[in-house]
């Protein structure tokens, strides 16, 4: 009884909430559409999704009971009047339109003064539609005005006037384009270009989202565009305030704000926003974001000149003045700044980039990053080139001299090293590893294409195949330009990039396998044959013996101590060149490389170290000879080595401590040791695997045997290996656990080894030097006197 309770409450509350559903979903049909429906036909819509009958019968209640438990049912009342279901009905999205006027103004735009780059924007295209329609249209180039763009500011007033000469609009054509929120005249004027087959491939036409001209209200409270269309006798003023669902539309009756053509837009700045109405500051936007815009822009600028100018004489000088009235007299003149408000060109409308590269100079490229970068000093090498084909673009790449003073661009991805530019607008240059990789970060340049995926704003690259192409490409002519640099004739340069910019490709190592084949060739190591000068992999490569099958290397924290390292001795003797990895990431580094022109890299400090030169029944014989002084000399270390093994790697040295092969060396060891966020858990496992390798042929070895073979359990002998252990670690780069019981262990080995050397008993010290001495006195007192008298 209580399960059926359970399941009627539920089964009412379905039929609650379906009903509840019907209703809402029928009150808007019949209240809207009342008129086109008869109210017997209204009547017959409102049927439950559940049954057609009385909410009261038996046969309702048991549908209602099967569907709760999963049953299917048809709706008899759905199969009757299937055929009369009316056709859905179509509707139109409204919007609030003060409400999404601000979410356009406050939400799109991340940067306030990205105001002046859209509406410079529009200017440009207005210019280009203009010249584009004259082609078929020449009566609209009527009035000979020149194609311009010119930018006024009263910093007193707070108001911006931006003025072009282009198309202008007709009063229809302020109502879509203005009144129309996300409508692109631009857009709407390409695709019947391109619907009448008259698009050119070379437009230089920058909008596409048609929210470019509400940037204006960021910085402005209202804004007032007066616009001329040469297809129109009439000049049109249109009049909006921020966050305002309204506009007004009136004609200029105003004879000396009428303009010949084009249209001017005026910005009443809001009070925290009039900073930008200063000239300095219009300039310098004009400079950042259109310095390469296709048409000249002015900007009204405060200008001046020098002039001299009469000084009046002061009348004591004139009483005290006796000369000759007939002597002609200087006047008296200053130097003073007479200034006035002109015009001035403040872009340049020809880009670097869009020059053959072949009429472009060294000192233009070398002028252009010096004033694009703020840099003082030459880049190492420049890179100007196209790509077409499925992607278009420009560009230009530059190699700096130097390093940034901090040094955190390898870390820190987001740099302001590349700018971009679309159709010639500056877009951005903060990106986080869009164009290129962090290793990469260090090249400047700028990059311009026709079409690239943006958002509305036109801030943010967004991630598509087409930038993944890019970054392809901008990457492979990186390398080449670098790959240049090595290949130069003057080394010096190179050198000066490897001190610089070396760790940002051993970077690229670890992170970009794709391009290995490109980074290798571009390393530099020292080696035990080069430990004054850094020599490239492929050097190694040549100086490589006949029968040396790998590349061998050792990781240590300077080149003193690799070259001093024991596991050197046998390939110095054999004169094979190691290379010495002495900066911390040069293991990782090599270690994700792998192999170079098909030679392994090998670690010479890890074990199963081939050389080449085994000889199997010479090793066999080996380790017959000495298995019971490896199973005592384990034995003895316990847990402290894997295992004990004969070395073919020591010639000079007693014993070594080699790593496991696929555990951390000890070099990489050391440096894990000193992360702060380091994992002790994972630092036990990696370096869990030691193998303690004996020379045979040492005189300590040897003793050893003779002491296993002898008596095994004598202590000294014991101690001995504990000693040559921890020798071993030390010499093999390891750091000791317990650094003060080694020194324990030192001093007293060496008290037993210096005891006595160079000491006496002090009683027969004292009786070796008084009796000589009383001698002596005795024999100068009786022989003096007689040889003194003789002489006389």
């Not at 030169?613 to 034995?635: A, F």
């Amino acid at each position: 009884m209580h399960r059926l309770s359970n399941r009627s409450s539920s089964v009412s509350a379905l039929l609650r909430y379906g009903g509840a559903l019907r209703r809402d979903a029928a009150l808007p049909l019949s209240a809207s559409h009342s008129h086109l429906v008869g109210e017997n036909d209204t009547k017959s819509r409102w049927y439950s999704l559940l049954s057609s009958e009385k909410s009261g019968s038996v046969d309702q209640l048991n549908s209602k009971k099967d569907l709760f438990l999963g049953k299917r049912y048809e709706s008899t009342v759905a199969e009757s009047s299937a055929s009369s279901t009316p056709p859905a009905e179509k509707f139109e999205y409204q919007a609030e339109v003060s409400r999404l006027m601000d979410l356009i103004v406050n939400s799109l735009y991340s940067n306030k003064e990205v105001f002046l780059r859209e509406l410079i924007s529009n200017a440009s295209d207005a210019l280009d539609k203009l010249r584009f329609l004259s082609v078929t249209e020449p009566d609209l180039m009527k009035d000979a005005i020149d194609f311009d763009i010119r930018i006024q500011a009263d910093k007193d007033n707070g108001i911006i006037t931006i003025t072009d000469t282009g198309i202008g609009m007709t009063k229809q054509e302020l109502v879509d384009c203005l009144g129309t929120i996300a409508q692109s005249g631009t857009a709407k004027f390409l695709k019947a270009l391109k619907d009448s087959k008259g698009a050119g491939g070379d437009n230089n036409l920058i909008g596409q989202f048609g929210v470019g001209f509400y940037s204006a209200f960021l910085v402005a409270d209202r804004v007032v565009v007066s616009t001329k269309s040469p297809r129109s006798d009439k000049q049109y003023v249109w009049e909006g305030e921020v966050n305002a669902s309204s506009y007004t539309i009136s004609e200029e009756t105003d004879q000396e704000k009428l303009i010949p053509r084009g249209t001017r837009l005026t910005l009443h700045l809001k009070r925290d926003d009039k900073g930008f109405a200063h000239p300095e500051r219009i300039e310098k936007l004009v400079k950042n974001y259109s310095q390469f815009v296709s048409f000249p822009i002015y900007t009204w600028q405060e200008k001046g000149f020098t002039k001299e100018i009469e000084v009046d004489e002061d009348p004591a000088e004139a009483k005290t003045d006796t000369q000759d009235e007939k002597t002609e007299k200087k006047k008296k003149t200053k130097t003073v700044v007479e200034k006035y408000w002109d015009w001035e060109l403040t872009n340049e409308t020809q880009p670097i980039w869009l020059r053959n590269p072949k009429e472009v100079t060294k000192e233009d490229y070398n002028e252009f990053y010096k004033k694009t970068f703020n840099e003082y000093l030459e880049p190492l090498a420049s890179s100007h080139f196209t790509t077409e084909g499925e992607v278009e673009f420009r560009s230009i790449l530059y190699v700096p001299p130097y390093a940034p003073s901090g040094k955190d661009d390898v870390i820190n991805p987001k740099t302001k090293n590349i700018r971009l530019y679309v159709k010639r607008v500056f877009i951005s240059d903060d990106f986080d590893g869009e164009l290129f990789p962090r290793y990469l970060s260090f090249v400047k340049g700028v990059v311009d294409s026709n079409d690239l995926p943006l958002n509305v704003s036109r801030e943010i690259l967004q991630e598509s195949r087409i930038v993944r192409i890019m970054r392809k490409r901008l990457v492979r002519k990186a390398f080449d330009m670098i790959l240049g640099i090595s290949m130069s004739d003057n080394k010096e340069d190179y050198e000066k990039f490897w001190d610089n910019f070396g760790k940002h490709l051993k970077l690229g190592c670890i992170e970009d396998r794709e391009n290995h084949k490109r980074i290798a060739p571009l390393l530099r190591f020292f080696s035990s044959q080069s430990e004054e000068e850094f020599i490239s992999l492929d050097e190694y490569v040549e100086n490589m013996k006949p029968d040396q099958k790998d590349i061998y290397y050792i990781a240590a924290d300077s080149v003193n101590s690799a070259k001093n390292t024991p596991f050197l001795e046998k390939l110095a003797e054999k004169d094979l060149e190691v290379l010495f990895l002495v900066d911390p990431i040069d293991e990782v580094a090599i270690q994700n490389i792998k192999s170079y022109k098909e030679k392994n890299f090998v670690d010479i400090s890890k074990e199963d170290l081939d050389l080449g030169d085994k000889n199997e029944e010479k090793e066999k014989e080996m380790k017959q000879e000495y298995s019971g002084t490896i199973d005592w000399i384990k034995k003895r270390l316990g847990d402290k080595v894997a295992s004990v093994q004969i070395s073919n790697r020591l010639s000079s040295s007693p014993c070594v401590l080699v790593s496991g092969k696929f555990g951390w060396s000890a070099n990489m060891e050391r440096l894990m040791k000193s992360q702060t966020m380091g994992d002790a858990t994972s630092l036990e496992f990696m370096r869990s695997r030691r193998v303690f390798e004996i020379n045979p042929e040492h005189p300590i070895i040897k003793n050893l045997d003779a002491a296993c073979k002898t008596n095994p359990d004598d202590q000294e002998a014991l101690r001995a290996i504990d000693l040559l252990y921890d020798a071993a670690l030390v010499s093999s780069g390891f750091t000791p656990d317990n650094p003060a019981q080694l020194g324990g262990k030192i001093y007293e080995m060496m008290g037993m080894a210096l005891n006595g050397r160079w000491s006496s008993p002090p009683s027969q010290f004292e009786s070796t030097q008084t009796q000589p001495h009383v001698l002596e006195t005795v024999e100068a007192e009786v022989v003096e006197p007689t040889e003194a008298g003789s002489q006389k």
